[in-house]
């Protein structure tokens, strides 16, 4: 009761006028100095109220004084100026990069010891903040730039550009608001493999060389044809119809090819931590790294909040999707039903599925059930459980390996 009430006590205090304006003041408008000077104003209004001498009023008027200047000239300062922002889309972990802001200054007048950047979320370390410009004329143009280090995956948002001065003591910041809204994605952290020993095996593939073709392969020609309803446009062989006067179409091959289905575990037991689920997608990420350098087509399935599901082709831009994908999966605490949507997906398409690797972040009846299912179905298993209970490890069939999230986090090159 005590805890609860002591968490209720700092939740009412964190949503009071007085705490916030204090963390404004702290955090948004008073420079290193500002603060100094804060502090000092704050000794010297203490010490008037106790005494009577008049070099002290003097004091606190003088500081006081200083802080009302910097407070209306920073304000008058302020210029109006247009800002371009360039910033990557994609980048991973633990990288560090620039978020570019170009400000033109469109006002009459200079615009004196400012700055432009983005407030981050935690999770995005700054690691140099954006330098002050002493002065812009107008018509000017200037890029602030801005270093930067996200610490964990995910989807991110930038909305609110902050526009400062802290002209002329620098003192206080003046901060205006501009929405330039911007978005970037951090793939995982992962480690390359060398090696990856999982059963393969081939399946003939409806379509063939042209469904791989959709998929990110080249095509095997065999013959031409006449041109049939329903056959697709890219197909027309323009010579052929050129030379016969009629529309004529090429020909492919069927094939069969391995194709791999990849299951992300994202519902984690019951009191765990999402570290777990970090691990399980790094794993997924360096799998998912070493198959798009090989021959294979990849059929990736997410279960969690919502069902993700993606087919990849035989190539590596594709290796970008999935890392799209595997960016933002989100865990999930309980049971749902995009973990039924999800095995009845997979089920949908075992029929060209030759091999399916598992990553689980737990293991009970249903995913023991949906194992051996997908066994009895015919295609091949490879599974892995990330987690620390030695307990549930011992209950494991041969297919499935445990793994200790901490052996994931330090780095595994062969599995």
């Known amino acids: 009761m005590s805890t609860r009430g002591g968490y209720s006590f700092a939740h009412r205090v964190e949503k009071s006028l007085v705490y916030r304006l204090v963390h404004r003041l702290f955090h948004v408008h008073l420079s290193e100095t500002g ?25 606190w008027s003088g500081l ?66 954006s330098d002050w410009v002493e002065q812009l004329a107008p018509g ?28 002329p003591f620098g003192l206080w910041l003046d901060s205006k608001k501009h929405v330039v809204e911007r978005a970037f994605l951090v793939y995982p952290k ?16 409806p379509g063939g060389l042209a469904l791989t073709s959709y998929l990110g392969d080249s095509t095997e020609f065999l013959s031409t044809r006449e041109f049939r309803m329903g056959d697709p446009l890219r197909h027309i062989h323009w010579r052929s119809w050129a030379r016969l006067g009629k529309p004529i179409v090429k020909e492919y091959g069927e094939e069969y090819f391995c194709r791999l289905a990849l299951i992300v575990d994202t519902v984690l037991p019951e009191g765990e931590n999402d570290d777990i689920l970090e691990q399980a997608i790094s794993l997924a990420a360096s799998i998912t790294d070493y198959l798009s350098r090989e021959e294979y087509v990849i059929d990736i399935f997410a279960a969690g909040p919502k069902l993700y599901y993606l087919q990849a082709g035989r190539s590596l831009a594709y290796l970008q999707n999935i890392m799209d994908i595997l960016s933002c999966l989100e865990p999930t605490h309980h049971d749902d039903k995009s973990f039924q949507e999800m095995e009845s997906a997979l089920h949908e398409e075992l029929e060209g599925i030759s091999t399916t690797i598992l990553l689980f972040t737990d293991w009970d009846e249903r995913r023991a059930r949906m194992t051996e299912e997908l066994q009895q179905r015919g295609t091949a298993i490879c599974g892995f459980l990330i987690s620390d209970n030695e307990e549930t490890a011992h209950k494991l069939p041969e297919n499935i390996r445990w793994l200790r999230p901490e052996l994931v986090e330090a780095g595994i090159d062969v599995l």
């Open 64 to 129: 006081l004084s200083v802080c009302a200047c910097s407070i209306l000239f920073s304000r008058l300062a302020r210029r109006k100026l247009e800002f371009e922002v360039e910033i990557p889309e994609r980048v991973r972990h633990g990288q560090e990069f620039r978020i570019e802001i170009r400000a033109t200054n469109r006002s009459k007048s200079p615009a004196l010891e400012l700055r432009a950047r983005y407030p981050l979320p935690p999770e995005v370390e700054v690691v140099k903040e």
């Open 190 to 205: 992962y480690q390359p493999l060398r090696e990856l020993d999982i059963p393969v095996g081939m399946k003939y593939q």
């Open 35 to 59: 603060k100094l000077l804060f502090w000092i104003l704050l000794l010297s209004t203490s010490v008037s109220l106790f005494t009577f001498q008049l070099k002290a009023y003097v004091l």
């Open 140 to 167: 000017q143009t200037t890029v602030f730039r801005q270093t930067v280090c996200p610490r964990r995956r995910g989807a991110y948002f930038l909305k609110n550009l902050l526009q400062e001065n802290c002209y």
